[in-house]
């Protein structure tokens, strides 16, 4: 029976077949759509070094013939013969792509899938459909790839550009149609025999003659019969998924975003009036209220969500957070410390995790008993009797931590008694995850529940020799912790949705989110660098967001 990937599943090749001559068949389907489906042979860099391995249709195999364009058959679209063993050492990723043919986007395709065959029998089909989409015009479908042995992955990444864009993106040539040549003047006529007697052209066939034989015909398809290597027998036309079945599950989050939900457009400022006597001022309000995208679908309520921690609060300056007050000094014969610091006194709460103020965060480890994993150094005051004690990750998590940059000095709490955290008077913001999952990066988190699985992810960086960015990934049930400079904003993610890599806290784990880099080709006469040349782009269906803080790290 074949097994079902969803977008990001990876799974090693040995464990779906001991073949190692694979078919691989695309189908991508859409009213009036026409499709190139392509196969791109990158190397360890993730570029295409020997376009001789960009396998499409005016270049159906590579030289050694490991890669081989089949055509359609059997129900794909297009369809594949990957021989691995003959794939040369240098060429470490095959990326199987669907790009658009003429007008049209990807969110008007019905269904589509990629799927592995070893023998003639399906180990491996991960399926899509125009949902998960809007704008692209083209799709990573998924890949082959080597890291100590070939393994597959199911992308589905979109893609704006159409096929030449893909080109360029993983380093190709576009190699422009030449200009046809102008006509050379007229030279004086030579020796010529009379009309009617010179013979017709041997290159020329005469009108009406048939193709050459040489020229196959329209109908008979290169896979006439089933290849030797298994490839799928045509009474097992496999379809695409039917519709409304999409690939990926979005996920809930933190019942993000309420202020979005709710609708609150920002104030749109008058226009200036006549010259006259200045307009009055209105009153302070809340300096940041996020925009609605336009036309972005409404994020789904779950039952019983919890209020969005990241929703800006009723503001208290004109800044947008509540800032805080000086205390007054109590005047007449109540005045003592006790009415003075009273506003001050622990918050009463029968919850587990409890915020004192922005930046003092409470966890009452007698209420489930389950112990707390914080950064090192972030107690500031505990209560009864709790234990601390070193949190090591282990060596593969330390040398993990060391290379990509998520590594968290952790210690562990636990007891009966109550522990307050805090991180250089950094705004916090308790999240209960149920079920869900969301990404953070490793320099925002102060504390989370022990029971949370975690682990670090990779942001690919499509076109940037050796370069990525990465995350830590919390889910299941509990609270997660995360800091903040300052009041953050929390947009939902929209097909134009792009945000400072230093800036950005956290997002949704079901948003898709790839690095966007601008690269001016033209030659200026003053060169310069505007320092926003790297930044993430983030997709994904309705409900996704991204949490994105007032300061760069």
């Known amino acids: 029976m074949a097994r079902e990937f969803q977008r990001g599943h990876k799974a090693k090749i040995s464990d779906l077949t001991a073949g190692r001559d694979l078919y691989v068949g695309v189908q991508v389907a859409g009213p009036g759509l026409s499709f190139d489906i392509s196969c791109f042979g990158l190397d360890a860099d993730e570029r295409l070094s020997d376009d001789r391995y960009f396998i499409f249709f005016n270049q159906p195999k590579s030289p050694e013939e490991s890669l081989q364009q089949l055509g359609a058959q059997s129900g794909d679209t297009e369809s594949f013969r990957v021989t691995l063993d003959k794939i040369p050492s240098q060429i470490k990723r095959l990326s199987f792509t669907a790009a658009l043919d003429g007008a049209g986007q990807m969110s008007q395709a019905q269904s589509g899938y990629i799927r592995i065959v070893a023998g003639g029998e399906e180990v491996a089909r991960y399926s899509f459909d125009g949902s998960e989409f809007s704008t692209e015009r083209a799709v990573m479908l998924g890949d082959f790839y080597f890291k100590d042995e070939w393994r597959f992955a199911a992308v589905g990444q979109g893609f704006d550009g159409g096929l030449e864009a893909l080109l360029r993106n993983f380093g190709g040539e576009v190699l422009e149609e030449e200009e046809p040549a102008a006509a050379e003047p007229a030279q004086a006529p030579g020796f010529a025999p009379p009309g ?33 290597f298994g490839a799928p027998q045509p009474a097992a036309t496999q379809q695409g998924p039917a519709p409304g079945t999409p690939a990926h599950a979005t996920a809930p989050t933190i019942a993000a975003p309420d202020a979005y939900a709710q609708g609150q457009a920002p104030a749109q400022p008058a226009p200036p009036g006549p010259p006259g006597p200045p307009p009055q001022q209105p009153p302070p309000t809340q300096s940041f209220s996020p925009p609605q995208a336009p036309q972005a679908p409404q994020a789904p309520q779950p039952p019983q969500a919890q209020q969005n921690p990241f929703a800006p609060q009723a503001p208290q300056s004109p800044f947008g957070s509540q800032m805080p007050q000086m205390p007054q000094i109590p005047q007449g014969p109540a005045a003592g410390m006790g009415v003075t610091l009273d506003k001050y006194r622990e918050a009463p709460t029968g919850q587990r995790w409890t915020l004192q103020n922005e930046q003092l965060a409470r966890v009452d480890l007698g209420i489930d008993g389950q112990p707390v994993l914080a950064r090192q150094g972030s107690m500031v005051l505990y209560q009864g009797k709790v234990d601390f004690s070193y949190k090591g990750a282990g060596f593969r998590g330390r040398v993990v931590g060391n290379a990509t940059g998520q590594e968290m000095q952790l210690m562990r709490c636990t007891g009966g008694g109550q522990v307050f955290f805090a991180e250089e008077a950094a705004t916090l913001h308790p999240i209960e995850l149920q079920g869900d999952s969301i990404c953070v990066s490793a320099d925002h988190v102060l504390a989370f529940d ?46 134009t949705t792009f945000a400072d890599a230093d800036a950005v806290v956290a997002w949704s784990a079901a948003a898709q989110v790839i690095v966007s880099s601008q690269v001016r080709l033209r030659r200026q006469a003053y060169p310069g660098h505007s320092g926003e040349t790297v930044n993430l782009q983030f997709r994904g269906a309705p409900g996704n967001f991204i949490v994105v803080q007032p300061y760069e790290v």
């Open 450 to 495: 022990e029971g949370l699985q975690y682990e670090v992810r990779r942001i690919e960086g499509h076109g940037i020799p050796g370069g990525a960015l990465f995350t830590m990934v919390f889910q299941g049930t509990g609270t997660v912790v995360v800091t903040t400079q300052g009041p953050p904003v929390v947009l939902p993610v929209t097909p």
């Open 196 to 228: 009617g007697a010179s013979e017709q052209p041997g290159f020329a066939p005469p009108a009406g003659a048939p193709a050459p034989a040489s020229a196959p015909p329209a109908a008979s398809a290169p896979p006439q019969q089933p290849p030797a």
